[in-house]
């Protein structure tokens, strides 16, 4: 049974010093995704997004907070996170999500991994390419599982292996492109 958004964000270390903590931080980490599901791309809208549910956030959670946070003050708070926690808890979650395949299927569980190059990361000025990103989704639990950014120097191949390496899953099926049909991979 896979823990809940809330209990898994409770592991992630605070950042702030103890003294003037208003608000805790599995609650806000939480608010804030809910936020951004239902359309917030920035900090202000994250604010206006939990200031507007803020009796219905607490009553579904069982939290009392008695007013949204600022939004610096969730800038604050996001900005100190370590990225690799967050990236664990997600890793975390997304594994619980997914079932694991019946040892009498005929069908295997498939994981499908592409890369995308995102479309306005490119700096001319600073002379460096546009970011490429190869992510798995499980198609039959339709989740992805995790991001992984190709290095500029190198291409998708060895950043799939490593991929599928750290991920760890086996009995899967695995689709790719083109690119990774060689005969020594």
Known sequence: MPGTLL?????????????????PLAPILLFTVLAMLAGARSYRQVQAFIQARLDRLNS???????RAPAYTSVRFILHGLDAGQMERVFRDHAAGLVECPAQDANIPVTVAIDG?????????????KAAHVLSAFAADGQIILAHVAVSQKSNEIPAARNMIATLGLTGRLFTLDAMHCQKNI
């Not at 579904?60 to 008695?66: E, I, N, P, V």
């Not at 995102?118 to 000025?125: H, N, V």
Request: net charge positive.
């Open 7 to 23: 209990s898994l964000f409770s592991r992630v270390g605070d950042p702030r010093r103890g003294q003037g903590k208003m608000y």
């Open 60 to 66: 579904t959670f069982g939290l009392s907070l008695r």
């Open 116 to 128: 995308k190059t995102l479309r306005g990361s490119f700096d001319a000025f600073h002379d460096r």
